[in-house]
């Protein structure tokens, strides 16, 4: 393995508290013990040569402040993060012979996310690049999930694929750190936690003792896919506020209680100065709704609580909602229409290789599968029987709800 060292230099440098977003991660990072890496590898265009790769390297760096950030701790208390204003990244070149590129570019991969970055020395992102036949082939880059989240990494890909030009949009760590810290960013965590204390009685619905094993399961559902558009098109509300309400409804006959919360990852991007950022802004927002009564009961009272929820899920989460138990939802499609490939053939569910660490007790990310919807569930507080009669549970309110509508 060759090394190119990319120099870089970027508007911006200073330190400063970790962001809200940031602060997240880090409390997620420590609680399943893991750097939650993220990324991946793609071929590159023929043609593209290093210097193009050490090119859109710099260009990263440079951009974007949370790529060439590093962490500095001190003594009982969380890091502050440090922002470089120039430096120099490293840039892993492996030639992969007589092999198959994209063979060589997995294992890479691998390594990579097998291997934890030192976050306080080292700049976050590592990235390398696959030569066949003495050219670029393939690019990995793998980075901790300190440095963006999924809607920041699209944003990221999609400026870096067209070079823009403009200042990066949106506010930037070391500003955005400078806001929350700011009377306007006091009131907006105050509002947040009076929320989350109106609701404390909820927070703990799976008990305070030790969690059992984590596990993970996976449930890939054409069923599913299908009939979540055709319930929101039916009733005019939008489908992730149907699959809540349907999450929602399903954890009310398990836990046997009327009023059920549910912690839901917020993107925040709709606020202002926050659409266009890269760095993690999000967060857990508080669902809070009876949904004891029909379906459609269960549906409005969700809709009207899922905006306070949005709402207020954004906040200094080391003095809101760290010791909450209740179960979660991750919305991660990206596809909100009619699936038109979708069959209405139910769903089958695998356990797999179980989490790192542990995890929330009840974890359910959706995600978006050719011709179907995929329900990935960590849990560590139901009977296996439970968890999966959880993610089946939704596939078969939804179905019904759409062949009544």
């Given amino acids: 393995m060759d090394r190119i060292d990319v120099p870089f230099c970027g508007d911006g440098a200073g330190t400063a508290e970790l962001t809200w977003g940031q602060r997240a991660m880090w409390q997620a990072m420590v609680r399943e013990r893991s750097w939650l890496p993220m990324g991946g590898r793609r071929p590159v265009p023929p043609g593209t040569t290093l210097d193009d790769v050490a090119a859109e390297l710099r260009y990263t760096m440079g951009r974007y402040q949370s790529f060439r950030t590093t962490l500095r701790s001190r003594a009982g208390a969380p890091p502050r993060q440090v922002v ?3 430096g120099t ?20 991969e691998r390594d990579l996310r097998a291997a934890s970055p030192d ?42 694929t067209r070079r823009v030009a403009g200042p990066p949009e949106g506010l930037q760590p070391l500003d955005l750190a400078a806001w929350q810290a700011s009377a306007s960013g006091e009131r907006q965590h105050a509002a947040a936690r ?12 799976f ?3 030790p969690a059992g094993a984590a596990r993970k399961g996976v449930f890939v559902s054409p069923a599913l896919a299908a009939a979540l558009p055709a319930v929101s098109a039916s009733t005019g509300v939008d489908s992730a506020t149907v699959l809540l309400a349907a999450y929602m409804t399903v954890l009310s006959r398990i836990t046997g209680a009327g009023t059920v919360a549910v912690r839901q990852v917020v993107s925040n991007r709709f606020r202002s100065g926050l659409a266009g950022i890269v760095s993690p802004i999000t967060q857990l927002g508080l669902c809070v709704a009876d949904v004891s009564g029909s379906f459609d009961a269960a549906l409005a009272a969700v809709a009207r609580a899922s905006l306070p929820a949005q709402k207020h899920a954004y906040y200094d989460p080391f003095a809101v909602g760290a010791d909450a138990r209740t179960a979660c939802l991750n919305d991660r499609r990206s596809v909100r229409a009619a699936a038109g490939a979708a069959s209405w053939e139910p769903g089958s569910f695998t356990w797999v290789e179980p ?13 978006d599968e ?12 139901l009977s296996d029987p439970d968890a ?5 549970g939704i596939e078969t309110l939804l179905v019904s709800a759409a062949q009544r509508a």
């Avoid at 109106?198 to 703990?204: D, E, K, M, Q």
């Fill in 84 to 86: 470089a204003g120039e």
């Fill in 89 to 108: 990244a490293r840039l892993d070149v492996v030639d992969a012979g007589h092999e198959d590129p994209e063979v060589v570019a997995a294992a890479v």
């Fill in 119 to 160: 976050l306080e020395g080292d700049f976050p992102m590592r990235m390398a690049v696959v030569l066949s036949s003495g050219t670029p082939s393939r690019l990995v880059a793998i980075m901790p999930h300190l440095v963006t989240d999924g809607i920041g990494a699209a944003v990221m890909v999609d400026e870096v």
């Fill in 194 to 205: 009076r929320h989350w204390e109106r609701h404390a009685a909820l927070l703990s619905p």
């Fill in 207 to 209: 008990g305070s003792g």
């Fill in 355 to 367: 989490p790192v660490g542990p995890t929330e007790p009840l974890f359910v990310h959706v995600d």
């Fill in 370 to 381: 050719p011709g179907a919807l995929r329900l990935t569930v960590d849990v560590s507080v």
């Fill in 388 to 392: 999966e009669g959880c993610v089946r």
